[in-house]
C-alpha cells in the first residue's frame, strides 16, 4: 500500500489483482478546521458503473457493462517504462500477483 499527497488530498493507494486499482482512507485537507477530512474509506474502479443504454431503444434495457471490473482488470496490467509510457517523474508502484490457479 502507498500513501499518496496530492495538493490538499491525502490517500492509500493499493492494487488488487480482481479489482485494480484500489483507493482507500481518501481524505482532503479542510482550511476552515486545519485537519484532514476523510471522504472516502474504500473505493474500487471496478466498482464503476457505465450504462451503455439508448433510452429509446428497449432492445438495451438488460445490457449494462461493469468496464473495468467485467474483466478482471488487474489482470492485464503491464509494467510501465520511463519515457515510454508515462513521465520519468511519475511515482511507480510494484504489484506482486497470484495466477488464477493461486501459484
Not at 46 to 62: K, L
Request: charged letters at 20%; hydrophobic letters at 40%; proline letters at 4%.
Amino acid at each position: 500500500m502507498v500513501v499518496n499527497r496530492w495538493a490538499n488530498w491525502e490517500f492509500h493507494m493499493s492494487f488488487d489483482v480482481r479489482a485494480g486499482l484500489v483507493i482507500s482512507l481518501a481524505s482532503i485537507f479542510d482550511m476552515d478546521v486545519n485537519k484532514y477530512r476523510q471522504v472516502l474509506y474504500k473505493g474500487h474502479l471496478s466498482e464503476m458503473f457505465i450504462p451503455y443504454m439508448v433510452p429509446v431503444s428497449n432492445d438495451w434495457y438488460s445490457i449494462t457493462y461493469l468496464d473495468y471490473g467485467d474483466f478482471g482488470c488487474g489482470q492485464s496490467t503491464v509494467s510501465l517504462e520511463p519515457y515510454n509510457d508515462c513521465p520519468a517523474n511519475d511515482a511507480f508502484m510494484d504489484g506482486v500477483f497470484e495466477s488464477q490457479d493461486g501459484t
